[in-house]
């Protein structure tokens, strides 16, 4: 793995250089293929320090504006009804998670390229909670990297991999994606840079979801089109079936109540699925599941399910452009 990301640097150092000096084309990365790109967040001024799922206004900007004079860019509703040209480049834009800053800052820009979008939300604001865990994590990490104790377990931080299990060294990442929605609420409630991220207004635009109203707001948009990203975001194939399945119908009926629509698409949360999974979705009403290229590699048959490539925040247009149109990063 490590090789393979170190040959993977140096095939875009190189790239880079060769766009600098003209000699590669961003429009020859265009190349007649499908494919269901996953955005996050848009911040304004693209600062991947406190949330790596960010870009901002203006990359976004550049990605569309690509996309619209290269390429078709498609709804997900086209796509799965395969109304479009397969001989031709052709683009689906998805974000995921719900961030607030989708109506603001992505939805003017879909709307003024006349682009279409589908947003995956977590509705956990119906549970009371405002904020994703991974967010809370990654900010709070950010704000204050203290060591703290969360069920009689020691974590200290890393610089490069954040906070860790002082006795297995596993991050406490990985250790809350395996775990079920109350150890994450612990985590967030003992996470000794916590408090600072609601008081602090500058992470407001790294955290904030859509609230009701919004959500509703963005679903009016032509352009949008909304689909279900679990209940709490949690990694569905790592909790009990019956929970998972809960959160299904749950965060459906939510969405379902607040946009008097329905919702027949899921994005699962970090792309975690099972077959199982797959098939309780599509009996409480989803025909159209996302997952993520991670976990495609571990496939079944479900022909609803589909992957999606998620944009690299890290890496320069010619390099992204390249990713999307190969339909990997290697
Ligand atoms: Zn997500």
Known sequence: MIIKKAKQHLKWKINDALFGLNIKKISSTVKPTCIILVYHGIDEINNTK??????????????????????????????????FDEQSPTVVITFDDGYANNLHRAL????????????????????????????????????????????????????????????TNATLKQICKGSDYSYKVEMMKIL??????????????????????EIKLLSESKYANIGA????????????????????????????NVMQKKIDS?????????EELCNKAFNVGYTKLLTTEDYLSKANETPILKTRLVVNTHISLFNQMTAIFNNTYY
């Open 108 to 167: 003017p820009l879909l709307e003024q390229y006349k682009i279409p979008a589908t947003f995956f939300i977590t509705t956990i604001r119906n549970s009371g909670s405002d904020m994703l865990w991974a967010d809370c994590l990654d900010l709070a990490s950010n704000a204050n990297q203290s060591d703290f104790y969360l069920r009689n377990e020691k974590f200290i931080y890393k610089p490069q991999k954040g906070y860790v299990s002082a006795k």
């Open 266 to 274: 899921l994005a699962f949360p970090d792309g975690s699925y099972s």
């Open 50 to 83: 406190f949330n790596s799922r960010f870009i901002s206004e203006n990359i976004f900007e550049q990605h569309i504006k690509f996309f619209n004079e290269n390429c078709n860019v498609i709804s997900l509703n086209d796509y799965y009804n395969k109304n």
């Open 192 to 213: 000794p840079g916590a408090k600072e991220i609601t008081s602090n207004k500058y992470y407001n635009e790294y955290w904030q979801l859509l609230s009701e109203n």
């Open 229 to 256: 990203h679990g209940y709490y975001h949690n990694c569905l194939d790592k909790i009990k079936i019956q929970d998972a399945e809960t959160e299904l119908i749950k965060s459906k009926l939510y969405l379902e």
